[in-house]
T-cell receptor, first 111, second 114 residues
Framework: DAKTTQPPSMDCAEGRAANLPCNHSTISGNEYVYWYRQIHSQGPQYIIHGLKNNETNEMASLIITEDRKSSTLILPHATLRDTAVYYC????????????FGTGTRLQVFP | DAGVIQSPRHEVTEMGQEVTLRCKPISGHNSLFWYRQTMMRGLELLIYFNNNVPIDDSGMPEDRFSAKMPNASFSTLKIQPSEPRDSAVYFCASILFGRNTEAFFGQGTRLTVV
């Protein structure tokens, strides 16, 4: 799996958009970008994934650059409950493959 | 489905004792992962199974750790003998490769070895 690089921490005001970047410059053509988050003391929770097109679901949007070397997770209206560690992972989708977590970005949403 | 179920939620044991952590994956899922999380090392993959067969156990720290998956609905992670440095939160996750794309995690077992 390609390695990812994320900033260790970010702050965001409640109600504003939180934009979490991730670099994955060595990503392979068949590797997807996944995002998970972990709220304090809970198990990680899936957010969204994508290959090369932008994706949106009820939780967030995922913007992947054209060269696929980086991506951004967007929480459009952050709430205090979005305070968590966010993990960016790249992996092959349809394979018996490892799910390896890096250090993630600790997002603090403040009032 | 009730999700991935782990037991116990908390375990306190004395150094040298055997510890067994349990996991019930989501029904129908064909892969299961065991993770360990500490402040120092983050979320580490210990071992994962596909169709009840261990595929990669390279993350298992040493021979004191062992994991089994006797059937599709149950897995155990055993530590024998336990040491204080094994204190961590242990997570189990399951996924259905080929259909679902997300892994579902249990609530974890907080292990304290004194």
């Amino acid at each position: 799996d390609a390695k990812t690089t994320q900033p260790p921490s970010m702050d965001c005001a409640e109600g504003r958009a939180a934009n979490l970047p991730c670099n994955h410059s060595t990503i392979s053509g068949n590797e997807y970008v996944y995002w998970y988050r972990q709220i304090h003391s809970q198990g990680p929770q899936y957010i969204i994934h994508g290959l090369k097109n932008n994706e949106t679901n009820e939780m967030a949007s995922l913007i992947i650059t054209e060269d696929r070397k980086s991506s951004t997770l967007i929480l459009p209206h952050a709430t205090l409950r979005d305070t968590a560690v966010y993990y960016c992972i790249v992996r092959v989708l349809l394979n018996t493959d490892k799910l390896i977590f890096g250090t993630g970005t600790r997002l603090q949403v403040f009032p | 489905d009730a999700g991935v179920i782990q037991s116990p939620r908390h375990e306190v044991t004395e150094m040298g004792q055997e510890v067994t952590l349990r996991c019930k994956p989501i029904s129908g899922h064909n892969s299961l992962f065991w993770y360990r999380q500490t402040m120092m090392r983050g979320l580490e993959l210990l071992i994962y199974f596909n169709n009840n067969v261990p595929i990669d156990d390279s993350g298992m720290p040493e021979d004191r750790f062992s994991a089994k998956m006797p059937n599709a609905s149950f897995s155990t992670l055993k530590i024998q003998p336990s040491e204080p440095r094994d204190s961590a939160v242990y997570f189990c996750a399951s996924i259905l490769f080929g259909r679902n794309t997300e892994a579902f995690f249990g609530q974890g077992t907080r292990l304290t070895v004194v």
